[in-house]
């Protein structure tokens, strides 16, 4: 298996602008997170879905951000409009279930200027 | 509410040598897993080992053993021989329906 797959690794964007990220979860599981990761506050949730379905996205800061997984294979997480304050390391993992081990992908760098 | 706590943000460690990370948790579940993650400079998070609370026998892999103490919410990671490629951040994790992770222990091998 491919494992989880993310794209882009790297993105420097002005401010302002709209912000996609992608990922390919593992065929097979059926729960999706999205994570975020800053040296300031560490591995935050924005949010998880479970069979495609958003269950909580209470992690995700504003109204800038929005997730959607149109089905079992792809997730996307958007920001628009960017602002520096949202570089970070943004990760997707995916998993059997909820509640159980994570695989990881290799993060998307997002770098806002 | 249910947090994760790793006291050490960083260790060093002379290579061959044992070192011990510690995590504290907090839950009021009788029956729950706990995982430590790896994350080299690579960035990508990799799990380093698993325990179900319910079993009383500390897991173990390789080098890599745990330390679990369920009624003092206890979850420490032993590294034994320690290499070179172990230096990385290790993160406890706790999952609940957030898989709530610790702050993180910066672990340096000295040569």
């Known amino acids: 298996d491919a494992g989880v797959i993310q794209s882009p690794r790297h993105e420097v964007t002005e401010m302002g602008q709209e912000v996609t990220l992608r990922c390919k979860p593992i065929?097979?599981?059926?729960?999706l997170f999205w994570y975020r990761q800053t040296m300031m506050r560490g591995l935050e949730l924005l949010i998880y879905f479970n069979n495609n379905v958003p269950i909580d996205d209470s992690g995700m800061p504003e109204d800038r951000f929005s997730a959607k997984m149109p089905n079992a294979s792809f997730s996307t997480l958007k920001i628009q409009p960017s602002e520096p304050r949202d570089s970070a390391v943004y990760f997707c993992a995916s998993s059997h279930r909820v509640i159980g081990e994570l695989f990881f992908g290799e993060g998307s760098r997002l770098t806002v200027l | 509410a249910q947090t994760v706590t790793q006291s050490q943000p960083e260790m060093s460690v002379q290579e061959a040598e044992t070192v011990t990370l510690s995590c504290t948790y907090d839950t009021s579940e009788s029956d729950y897993y706990l995982f430590w993650y790896k994350q080299p400079p690579s960035r990508q998070m990799i799990l380093v080992i698993r325990?179900?609370?319910?079993?009383?026998q500390n897991a173990t892999e390789n080098r890599f053993s745990v330390n679990f103490q369920k009624a003092a919410k206890s979850f420490s990671l032993k590294i034994s021989d320690s290499q070179l490629g172990d230096a990385a951040m290790y993160f406890c994790a706790f999952p609940n329906e957030k898989l709530t992770f610790g702050t993180g222990t910066r672990l340096t091998i000295i040569p």
């Open positions: 325990q179900e609370a319910y079993k009383q």
């Open positions: 065929s097979g599981h059926n729960s």
